[in-house]
């Protein structure tokens, strides 16, 4: 599994924008912020919430915002998005919360002020018992409402509030800084191992199995293409990767890029998978990055391709095991 992770509760709560506390969410804890990545920070402040949750008896779950607040300031995407919701949802399952709320982050989401947000959103559409944030957390408009006015304001509210503290240093003992621009920096540059260490995980995409030219089959290495987020700002080029298949996982290479050797179209995933055999169109694959090969390149043949593709999954094969 790419991702470390707790006990799976049995039944997981994703809604988006709930008008009344969701149903198995009553009286919840919240962990709050767009978490982007689920670094080992974010991590942390996800731990303190689920120990104030099992102290308390509550349910625990994230409270988050789509669009990314930087997209939607820009008016567009302009954020590398290293976790959209779908996979940000599988992380939260997987650390066992109970579920996560996704607030649409718009125009009147916006302009609520710091008080608005509190008694509008936490109490009256979330009812919840706690919540927890980290030492850098601001909301409302403006960014007024800082954690010190959140701890005053659950104390008028009648909620619990606490404040996570900087990492300093995980249970590795690591203290690297860790924020979400200095892993979409490593990825910018394919530098998974480095992305790696700041997350505390495998950075990993989602996607549907989509139909391709089927070039792949015709070389001997048949691949499974995904279009990524438009956002991803992954270095083009190869990779050692694992693929998740429902239960199942595998060992593959994957080249993300527009293939100059071939049309040099739109950015794609497209992975082979190791001694693996069988339909996957439509089927959701889940890839863990584990390590940078080479660039993308154009070669001056087809042959010379296969050729190289020959050496990367040999590459491929003697890292992964």
């Not at 790696?196 to 989509?210: C, I, K, Q």
Request: aromatic share 8%; hydrophobic share 45%.
């Amino acid at each position: 599994m790419t991702i470390p992770s707790q006990a799976t509760p049995q039944s997981f709560v994703l809604v988006r924008d709930p008008p009344k506390p969701p149903a198995g969410l009553e009286g919840a804890i919240y962990v709050i912020g767009n978490f982007d990545g689920v670094h080992r920070g974010h991590r942390a402040v996800i731990a303190q919430a689920m120990a104030l949750a099992q102290r308390l008896g509550r349910p625990c779950a994230l409270l988050t915002f789509e669009p990314h607040p930087g997209d939607y300031f820009a008016g567009g995407p302009s954020v590398f998005r290293l976790t959209p919701e779908p996979a940000k949802a599988r992380i939260m399952q997987r650390l066992g919360l109970s579920g996560m709320v996704v607030l649409s982050f718009n125009q009147d989401l916006a302009s609520l002020s710091a008080e608005e947000f509190v008694s509008q959103i936490l109490v009256e559409r979330l009812g919840l018992s706690g919540a927890v944030v980290g030492y850098d957390f601001h909301f409302g408009r403006a960014r007024a409402g800082t954690p010190e006015f959140l701890r005053e304001a659950g104390q008028k509210h009648g909620f619990v509030v606490e404040i996570a503290s900087k990492v300093m240093a995980d249970p590795d003992g690591s203290t690297e800084a860790v924020h979400s621009a200095a892993t979409r920096m490593a990825l910018n540059k394919g530098d998974v191992a480095r992305a790696r260490a700041l997350l505390g995980h495998d950075w990993f995409v989602l996607g549907e199995v989509l139909h391709g030219q089927k070039l792949g089959r015709s070389l001997g290495y048949p691949t499974a293409n995904l279009a990524l987020d438009p956002s991803c700002g992954l270095a083009f080029g190869i990779y050692a990767v694992r693929v998740r298949l429902a239960e199942m996982i595998y060992n593959g290479v994957a080249s993300y890029g527009r293939r100059p050797t071939v049309d040099n179209g739109p950015p794609l995933l497209e992975i082979f998978i190791f001694d693996f055999s069988g339909d996957l169109y439509g089927r959701e694959l889940e890839v863990s990055f584990v390590t940078w090969l080479r660039g993308e390149e154009k070669f001056d043949s087809l042959e010379a391709l296969t050729r190289q593709i020959g050496l990367d999954v040999e590459q491929a094969r003697a890292i992964l095991g």
